[in-house]
């Protein structure tokens, strides 16, 4: 059964640093959504990506995140000048877009701790 | 803007006995609905999903849910809980579809033997 990835599954850094975290989203799906999780607090949402560009962002996604589809695979998400607060579980997810359904389908995570 | 609640984070039940979950949502028009899973140190799996077909849906693991309009409410059961069923559990509505899932605060059930 298809699946999506996410590597690295844990990912420690230092605070002011740049980390990058990578998804591969289901090979025919068209949307791609970035979800975090701060431990012990609802999953929430950062930003949803269609057509090679940013469809919906949160609140929280602001100018320390970014996120690109470098290819035909890959669905990255960026964040430059870590902060402590970013500590988190980030999901991936993507949707096939079908009206009959509009599930998304959650990667494994990735544990950010910043330091 | 839509949202989920969850009441009472923990949620402790006998195997074999009934599991019941709440969920209630705010949406000014029809949305639909999803039930997560996450097993310790996983993702988020799909129990099941009300997308406006039949109201009363069936899941994986022998859960189920009910779509009642008049309560805004989408309940998770499941008659008969086994140690398996262990996890937080979460409780999501869109809209529109393709747009952002909106969770809910999640309940982490123990099973007690």
């Known amino acids: 059964e298809p699946e999506v990835t996410q590597t690295p599954s844990h990912q420690v850094t230092q605070m002011g640093q740049e980390v990058i975290l990578r998804c591969v989203p289901i090979?025919?799906?068209?949307?791609f959504y970035w979800y975090r999780q701060i431990l012990g607090q609802k999953v929430e949402f950062l930003v949803s990506?269609?057509?090679?560009?940013?469809?919906?962002k949160s609140e929280i996604f602001d100018d320390q995140f970014s996120v690109e589809r470098p290819d035909g695979s890959n669905f990255t998400l960026k964040i430059r000048s870590t902060k402590l607060e970013d500590s988190a579980m980030y999901f991936c997810?993507?949707?096939?877009?079908?009206?009959?359904?509009?599930?998304?389908?959650f990667g494994p995570g990735t544990r950010l701790t910043v330091t | 803007a839509q949202s989920v609640t969850q009441l009472g984070s923990h949620v402790s039940v006998s195997e074999g006995a009934l599991v019941l979950l709440r969920c209630n949502y705010s949406?000014?028009?029809?949305?639909?609905l999803f039930w997560y899973v996450q097993y310790p140190n996983q993702g988020l799996q799909l129990l099941l999903k009300?997308?406006?077909?039949?109201?009363l849906v069936k899941g994986i693991n022998g859960f189920e849910a009910e779509f009642k309009k008049s309560e805004t409410s989408f309940h998770l059961t499941k008659p008969s809980a086994h140690m398996r069923d262990a996890a937080e559990y979460f409780c999501?509505?869109?809209?529109?579809?393709?747009?952002?899932?909106?969770f809910g605060k999640g309940n982490q059930v123990v099973v007690i033997p």
């Open positions: 999501a509505v869109t809209f529109y579809g393709n747009n952002r899932l909106a």
């Open positions: 090979s025919n799906h068209l949307y």
């Open positions: 009300y997308t406006s077909a039949a109201t």
């Open positions: 997810a993507s949707s096939d877009g079908l009206k009959s359904s509009y599930e998304q389908y």
């Open positions: 990506f269609y057509n090679n560009e940013i469809s919906e």
């Open positions: 949406s000014s028009v029809p949305p639909y």
